[in-house]
């Protein structure tokens, strides 16, 4: 579990490749259309949706692996996942049917700027929720390691040890 953090990263990486094909489809090979399609709505989301996974794997994992959430963090990570909600809601709204450009005999579907508008915001949204989850916690570190030295009080050979107390043995008679 110690290099969890890691796969977080890998999903990040993944998610940006997958981000980046939906928005520039002809990266690919494939011919891009006029507009911006479902595939490609629907990619991007998908991308965006596992970059957020994996900052919040890479997050939890890396600082605060063994460190109980608190309630900032359980905000923040609600405030991510509302925003993928919302922005998959925005994006992906003529398909559900309430959008403005439904699919008729002459028209097709497409990303309106109010959808695009949308689905910007609640990615904005869903990355401050990230960023408020990985500010608010207390750091494994912070919770097991003693108080520094001054640095008068430092040399080159110094270890930091935790300072715990001995018992004191009993003195013979």
């Given at each position: 579990m110690a290099r969890f953090g890691q796969v977080g990263i890998a999903?990040?990486?993944?998610?940006?490749?997958?981000a980046l094909m939906g928005l520039f489809p002809g990266m690919t090979g494939v011919e891009p259309t006029l507009g911006m399609g479902v595939v490609q709505v629907f990619m991007i989301l998908v991308g965006y949706g596992l970059i957020i996974l994996g900052g919040v794997i890479y997050v939890k994992f890396t600082f605060y692996a063994g460190v109980k959430v608190n309630l900032v963090q359980q905000i923040g990570l609600r405030l991510g996942m509302t925003g993928l909600l919302f922005a998959s809601l925005s994006g992906m709204?003529?398909?559900?049917?309430f959008g403005s450009h439904l699919r008729g005999p002459g028209s097709d579907i497409y990303l309106?700027?109010?959808q695009a508008f949308g689905m910007i915001a609640s990615f904005m949204v869903s990355g401050f929720g990230v960023l408020l989850y990985a500010m608010a916690g207390r750091?494994?570190?912070?919770l097991d390691a003693p108080?520094?030295?001054?640095?008068?009080?430092?040399t080159a050979?110094?270890?930091?040890?935790?300072?715990?107390p001995t018992p004191e043995t009993p003195k013979a008679p």
């Open positions: 999903l990040a990486a993944l998610g940006g490749v997958l709204a003529d398909i559900f049917g309106g700027y109010l750091d494994r570190i912070q108080e520094p030295l001054p640095f008068s009080q430092r050979t110094t270890e930091i040890k935790a300072v715990t």
